[in-house]
Structure formats: C-alpha cells, structure tokens
C-alpha cells in the first residue's frame, strides 16, 4: 500500500492503527486534531512558513481561536483515510483551513480551523500579510457542503 503524503498540496493519506482508536476499535474522537495540526502544520513547513517564525518572518502572529469537527460517518482500526486541506474562508484579518476527510472518496469527518493575525506584543487585529495570504489561496476550495 502506498500512502501519499503531498505536504505543499495539503494532502496527508494514513491508516488507522489500534493507538488511534477507542477500545472498540473506532477512530478516538480527538485524534482528529493531531491529523489536523500535522496536516497544517507540514502544508505551511512546505511553503516555507513556520509558525513559531512568524513574529521574525511575517512580523505577526496567528492565534487559533476556534476549532472543531463534524463526525459524519464511522472510522476503523485499518481504515486509510486522507487529509486534505481546503479554504473554508479568507478575510482581511483572519482565516478558516478546512480539513476534509475522507475515505475511498466519501467524507467521514469535516474539521476547521480559525487562525486570526494579530501583532506580537499586544496581540491588537492586523491584515493577514500578503506571502501568507498568497499560500493560503493555493488551497481547493471545499468539495463538501458540511458545517462544522
């Protein structure tokens, strides 16, 4: 089996082990968030974004202030599921990624994320900088009409 793991797309495909799973061998409800982070976090690495580099590289920080998942169908120990990371919203001053999950084509979970700019120090709102704002459009808009 072949996994596909295109980090600058967005894209993250894994299988489900027993560790990923409750004891009835469901996907634990809050795993979710580890794929969600991973899948964000190596898309921006991909682009040449680090988080914790973004006072030095963007001169601003982003603060998540909201996530959360919709759970739309039941995932097994050995399922092969794929992340892929969408543009659920753009603002001037902040941001929504979606994160589709899905399994043989077919969603199983919605996540998002809500990241806002803010200035180092007082944390006061600013505009999504461009070379950010430019890596987040290269993102698919959603393919699935679920509310998180």
Known sequence: MNLTHEPAAGRLQFQLAYGDTDTVGIAYFSIYYRWMERCYSTWLHAHGIRSGQMVDDLGIVTVGISSGCRYVDTVEVFDVVECQLVADRIGTSSYVVGMEFTRDGELVT???M???????GDFAKTPVPARLLDVIKTLPAPRFDVQV
Do not use: H, I
């Open 114 to 120: 809500s990241f806002a700019a803010r200035t180092p």
């Open 110 to 112: 919605k996540g998002q």
